[in-house]
């Protein structure tokens, strides 16, 4: 009898035992569970930051990609505009000069004289033409107009566009400065016939004839 109870006793105290383990068990669990949880939801707040920190980075890069690439677009697009303008413009300034060197071309041309051009000065052309019919025309003869052909041709050749740069002479005659021969026409730059004029009066004024001129310009080598 005292055997069985001392068994059922310890059994008793066993079971004593293991429920105030549960009993404590759960007063500790229930102790530390608030504790717990807030480490728990503050780890799930900094992970969702993290993401949300992470997705903001994504898309400012993703922001900056693209404006780059537009930017590069852009300036590549700019480039090929600049491009094409620039062509455009060589094509008008190339087209401008050659308008340009056309209209003087046409309007420097040698004038074409309008009085009568004697046979005997047939064997002439251009300039020279005009400029012996003219030494004619102020009373001088052929054998006038063989000096002025010398004179001239040491001058200006008979190029009615000569121009010396140093002096500033002018023209068939080389006047000095060439707008005198203004007093003869307004076109003096362009019209021979208005310069050999101008020429023979000078000549006639100052040297009486052609040959004298010529004289002068073998001794001192101007005239």
Known sequence: MTASVSRIGVRAASAALLLAGLAGGVYIGRQRSPETTATMDQ????????RLLKDRENVHAATRAQRV????????K????????SGY???????AVAAKKAAQQKSSGPVAFAGPIPSSCSEFSGSRAVGCAL???????LDQFACLNKLWNKESGWNYRAE??????????????GSKMASFGSDWKTNPATQIKWGLDYIKKRYDTPCGAWDHSVKYNNY
């Open 43 to 50: 780890a799930r707040a900094e992970a969702a930051d993290m």
């Open 69 to 76: 690439l537009a930017e590069q677009a852009a300036a590549k």
């Open 78 to 85: 700019a480039a090929s505009v600049a491009e094409t303008a």
């Open 89 to 95: 413009a060589k094509k008008l300034d190339k087209s």
């Open 135 to 141: 030494t004619l025309n102020a009373a001088f003869g």
């Open 164 to 177: 010396n740069r140093s002096s500033g002479a002018y023209g068939i005659p080389q006047s000095l400065p």
